[in-house]
Antibody
Framework: EVQLVESGGGLVKPGGSLRLSCAAS????????MNWVRQAPGKGLEWVSS????????YYADSLKGRFTISRDNAKNSLYLQMNSLRAEDTAVYYC??????????????WGQGTLVTVSS | EIVMTQSPATLSVSPGERATLSCRAS??????LAWYQQKPGQAPRLLIY???TRATDIPARFSGSGSGTEFTLTISSLQSEDFAVYYC???????????FGPGTKVDIK
């Protein structure tokens, strides 16, 4: 069974940093692209970033303006999101999500339960 | 960037009735369109991909149609567990620039 478990969320002050993690199990993590998707309270879904299986290709939503960095450690079956210069508008539940296949383009078959990031003074 | 719109924003339906949800893309996404269901406090769940293919374990009462810029999700006979928010998502861009619609909330009439 595929499992994606996010951690690392919490309360952070504006301008602060936070690192999210996503632990994957139940599939060959190193073979699949991975993604972060966020959802502000009471709002819709917003794609944040994607990373290819070998980390060769990395993409971000334009709105992030270089503040976030996605990475992965295939030896640890883990995905990360380093978030810097956090703003109130970054407050959201952050989900990691993955496709079930290795082709492109892809959609999100699997989702974690999410981790809440709150940016507030 | 491809902009996704959904209508209506809220759909009030009685159990057993049919629900029809619409999704429109600002430019053609071919058939690279997915639908997700999200219940309060839960992660989204994939329902439909490639515009009309049901994901694993999704009941046959859910069906998708359309291509290009106009898409529809139909729930043939609403069950109590189907009251939720539904999002469409295009995945036609490469490099990826996934975009979601704003969602349609299906609630009990």
């Amino acid at each position: 069974e595929v499992q994606l478990v996010e951690s690392g969320g919490g309360l952070v002050k504006p301008g602060g940093s936070l690192r999210l993690s996503c632990a994957a199990s139940g599939f060959t993590f190193s073979s699949y692209s991975m993604n972060w998707v966020r959802q502000a309270p009471g709002k819709g879904l917003e794609w944040v970033s994607s990373i290819s299986s070998s980390s060769s290709y990395i993409y971000y939503a334009d709105s992030l303006k270089g503040r976030f960095t996605i990475s992965r450690d295939n030896a640890k079956n883990s995905l990360y999101l380093q978030m810097n210069s956090l703003r109130a508008e970054d407050t959201a539940v952050y989900y990691c999500a993955s496709p079930a296949g290795t082709g492109v383009p892809y959609y999100f078959d699997y989702w974690g339960q999410g981790t809440l990031v709150t940016v507030s003074s | 960037e491809i902009v996704m719109t959904q209508s209506p924003a809220t759909l009030s339906v009685s159990p057993g009735e049919r629900a029809t949800l619409s999704c429109r893309a600002s430019q053609s996404v071919s058939s690279n369109l997915a639908w997700y269901q999200q219940k309060p406090g839960q992660a989204p769940r994939l329902l439909i991909y490639r515009a009309s293919t049901r994901a694993t374990d999704i009941p046959a009462r859910f069906s998708g149609s359309g291509s290009g810029t106009e898409f529809t999700l139909t729930i043939s006979s609403l069950q109590s567990e189907d009251f939720a928010v539904y999002y469409c998502q295009q995945y036609n861009n490469w490099p990826p620039l996934f975009t979601f619609g704003p969602g349609t909330k299906v609630d009990i009439k």
